[in-house]
């Protein structure tokens, strides 16, 4: 196609995987003003995109089956597809596992575990896809319905036997690998994102510049000068960058400061998605890559 992807639609969901892996999923527009849930799914080789197809599901989080290879998407009630390094696309379903997020309310947001995948979301659902597209729920320990309506947000972790999820009213949880924990929280805002960082701790995020540091037990409120809401957090290169739908800034110890990527002439931010050598900055309408040094448009 000429001119860009975003010329039809709007960036909701990215996973760069390597320097020269990664997928995105593109809303179309149009269809969006009609309420019509739909994805198209564009690949990234490092260095150009290609679509690699689409399916009427709304993504919510982009991962990926390391043993497989598969892409994969899951969508935000519960619609999964599968997308083999060959091309073909697969439907599965997040309801396999025995329930069912149509009727329990939206998936937000998920983390690769190895080869597996976790995905969380309202009523405090979590989710485990194992390689292969085998999908269970993985609830234990969670915190009784008494509170229902409340939810999950964001989850990640250092390995299957330490997982964090967090969400409404600052609900902090930990997996041990055999059941979740709640966890005490420094804050009862609502946390929308979650990293871990190699300084071995666990970072989260949310509204009026939140940003919160720990692990285990052990949790704090990271001051800063920033009134952003900030939408997302990952850690790139042993430091923490964090997105607003204005900017991206880095954690410089307990100080914040904006990111200049103006040679890139961007305009919309959102989300951040990271590996060892690249880190991607998804906005509706641009793509950006930073490789530590320099940074680039990918659309």
């Known amino acids: 196609m000429s001119g860009k992807f975003s010329d039809i639609g709007s960036y909701v969901a990215g996973g ?7 997928v995105l ?7 969006n003003a009609r309420n019509v849930a739909n994805s198209i799914f564009i690949g990234w080789d490092g260095s150009a995109t290609k679509p690699l ?13 390391q043993e497989q290879g598969d892409i994969i998407a899951v969508g935000e009630y519960g619609e999964c597809i599968a997308i083999s390094p060959s091309g ?48 269970s729920t993985l609830e234990a320990g969670l915190p009784s319905a008494e509170t229902a309506g409340l939810g999950y947000e964001a ?8 997982m964090y999820a967090a969400g409404w009213d600052g609900e902090l949880v930990m997996f041990d690998g055999n059941k979740w924990h709640s966890i005490v929280s420094p804050t009862n805002q609502i946390l929308v994102s979650l990293t871990t960082g190699t300084d071995g701790f666990v970072y989260g995020c949310g509204r009026n ?24 957090i990952t850690w790139f290169q042993e430091a923490l960058y964090l997105s607003s739908m204005r900017g991206i800034y880095k954690l410089q110890g307990n100080s914040l400061s904006p990111i200049d990527v103006s040679v890139t002439a961007v305009e919309t931010f959102y989300a951040l998605s990271a590996t ?9 309408k641009d793509v950006i890559v930073f490789d530590g040094n320099t940074w680039a448009r990918i659309d």
Do not use: H
């Open 276 to 284: 060892a050598d690249v880190l991607w900055s998804i906005g509706p």
């Open 88 to 135: 073909t696309l697969t439907e599965e379903s997040v309801s396999s596992s025995g329930s069912d997020p149509a009727n329990r309310g939206p998936l937000r947001g998920g983390v690769c575990v190895a080869s597996s995948i976790v995905v969380v979301g309202m009523d405090r659902q979590v989710y485990l896809r194992r390689p292969g597209g085998a999908w």
């Open 16 to 22: 760069v995987f390597s320097r020269s892996s990664g």
């Open 155 to 162: 989850v990640t972790a250092f390995s299957f036997q330490e």
């Open 25 to 31: 999923a593109l809303s179309i527009d149009e269809m």
């Open 53 to 65: 197809g689409r399916k009427l599901i709304y993504t919510k989080f982009l991962g990926i089956d």
């Open 209 to 232: 510049g939140l940003v919160i540091r720990g692990r285990k037990d052990q949790w704090e409120v990271v001051d800063n000068d920033i009134v952003d809401d900030f939408w997302s």
